[in-house]
């Protein structure tokens, strides 16, 4: 477990804009792409808005890149439109037993949709989510998230905590997982959001009032400010 002063959420958030200004020096784009994913998916859905999307995820964020085989723009819409509608909206803060196994579907749901010689792409996987739903998928970027804000010892330590392992244990997934690995950094991620509020209040203060509730990105973007501070900024508790 981790304790996290409001001060050095504050400080996370500063060391984000400073180390990722690109974010703020583009939120009007981004904000247009989450409009786009907004418009793909209420009510009967729009796959032209989600071909904004998911060209843009092709060629500016090369989702694709690297593979050896990927979904169609229409595969992927079908099959987003076919999640559980109890997780379109759906929050991290707010997630029982019976959402976090619909979580699960929805990853194991798009795990065939970029192929890589080491299984599945958690990137492909997370970025499509997170756009369908950018209140809980955390984007779970290989160079960035993955190998970076997880190379920190108290952070990977975190994917292996207790109320980790109690979720695992009560839906009886493999631990070891490819899959596994990026359920259990939104678990983590669901535990940060619930017990420090300051995290989204920080955020709702930085961005466009129209996304100031994307808990999701509240906690990505933590936590990649998170570990730009010295760790003396962090007390890690037994």
């Known amino acids: 477990m ?42 009967e859905g729009s796959l032209e808005d989600f071909r904004t999307v998911y060209e843009e995820l092709r060629r500016k964020w090369q989702v694709f890149r690297g593979s050896q085989g990927h979904w169609s723009l229409e595969r992927t819409y079908s099959v987003l439109k076919d999640l559980s509608e109890d997780l379109r909206n759906c929050c991290l803060s707010e997630l029982d037993i019976h959402k976090w196994r619909n979580v699960w579907n929805a990853i194991e749901n798009l795990k065939d949709i970029k192929q890589l010689k080491e299984g599945p792409s958690l990137v492909a996987i997370s970025k499509f989510l997170h756009f369908w739903n950018p209140r809980l998928f955390v984007i779970f970027d290989s160079e960035v998230v993955e190998n970076w804000v997880f190379r920190h010892k108290y952070l990977a330590d975190q994917l292996n905590s207790e109320p980790v392992k109690s979720m695992l244990d009560q839906l009886n997934l493999n631990n070891n997982s490819r899959l596994t690995k990026y359920f259990k950094a939104l678990v983590f991620a669901s535990d940060l959001i619930s017990n420090y509020p300051h995290i989204l209040e920080t955020f709702a203060s930085k961005v466009h009032n129209d996304i100031g509730t994307y808990e999701a990105a509240a906690a990505e973007w933590f936590l990649l400010g998170l570990v730009e501070l010295p760790p003396a900024g962090i007390e890690v508790l037994d």
């Open 2 to 43: 981790i304790n996290i002063t409001e001060e050095v959420i504050d400080s996370a958030f500063i060391c984000f804009a400073e180390r990722y200004r690109n974010w703020f020096a583009d939120s009007e784009a981004i904000l247009n792409l989450y409009n786009s994913a907004n418009g793909a998916f209420v009510g």
